[in-house]
T-cell receptor, first 114, second 113 residues
Framework: EAGVAQSPRYKIIEKRQSVAFWCNPISGHATLYWYQQILGQGPKLLIQFQNNGVVDDSQLPKDRFSAERLKGVDSTLKIQPAKLEDSAVYLC????????????FGPGTRLLVL | DQQVKQNSPSLSVQEGRISILNCDYTNSMFDYFLWYKKYPAEGPTFLISISSIKDKNEDGRFTVFLNKSAKHLSLHIVPSQPGDSAVYFCAASADVRAEKLTFGTGTRLTIIP
């Protein structure tokens, strides 16, 4: 079974630029999560999708971050404009649905904002 | 406000001995706890979990203990093996479906051969 795929793996941008990350969850997984992991901290949930609907985006900085999962499969997370403090690893995770405790994580995208 | 705390950033243990990783939490609404293991350049992988109705859960070399009154849990690895060297994250959820996880800051475990 293929795991959660993310691209790019690394990205370096200057502040005020825009950036987008892509995630392809495990086939058949209805729930998709985006996390932000700042160096030295644990992952922090940004947004949770159930199929193509948003379940929880309470911790997403909506003035600059946006995410979509239009067809209920792939998802993109965008930052526009980026700030220095957005430097982090962005992790995507998925699971089968609300009754599945285990979240499967992708390798992450490491973002550096200069 | 750090609701899940792992106060030891790093831990070194001799191969074959017991590794004990600790985690404290402050939110009394947390009902379900998980441990994730993370190797460099990879995403975290689920290791073991425990519900608040239990005080112990075992899976092979891994055992998680929960002390609800102290708001403390620990992960025991016996015996420790070189492949156990990784960063371990404690996570908590206010529901048994574990949809919204709050992670600790992680403990880097190094197993010395």
């Amino acid at each position: 079974e293929a795991g959660v795929a993310q691209s790019p793996r690394y990205k370096i941008i200057e502040k005020r630029q825009s950036v987008a990350f892509w995630c392809n969850p495990i086939s058949g997984h209805a729930t998709l999560y985006w996390y932000q992991q700042i160096l030295g901290q644990g992952p922090k949930l940004l947004i949770q999708f159930q199929n193509n609907g948003v379940v929880d985006d309470s911790q997403l900085p909506k003035d600059r971050f946006s995410a979509e999962r239009l067809k209920g499969v792939d998802s993109t997370l965008k930052i526009q404009p980026a700030k220095l403090e957005d430097s982090a690893v962005y992790l995507c995770a998925s699971n089968l649905g609300p009754e599945q405790e285990t979240q499967y994580f992708g390798p992450g995208t490491r973002l550096l904002v200069l | 406000d750090q609701q899940v705390k792992q106060n030891s950033p790093s831990l070194s243990v001799q191969e074959g001995r017991i590794s004990i990783l600790n985690c404290d939490y402050t939110n009394s609404m947390f009902d379900y706890f998980l441990w994730y293991k993370k190797y460099p350049a990879e995403g975290p992988t689920f290791l073991i979990s425990i519900s608040s109705i239990k005080d112990k859960n075992e899976d092979g070399r891994f055992t998680v203990f929960l002390n609800k009154s102290a708001k403390h849990l620990s992960l025991h690895i016996v015996p420790s093996q070189p492949g156990d060297s990784a960063v371990y994250f404690c996570a908590a959820s206010a529901d048994v479906r574990a949809e919204k996880l709050t992670f600790g800051t992680g403990t880097r475990l190094t197993i010395i051969p």
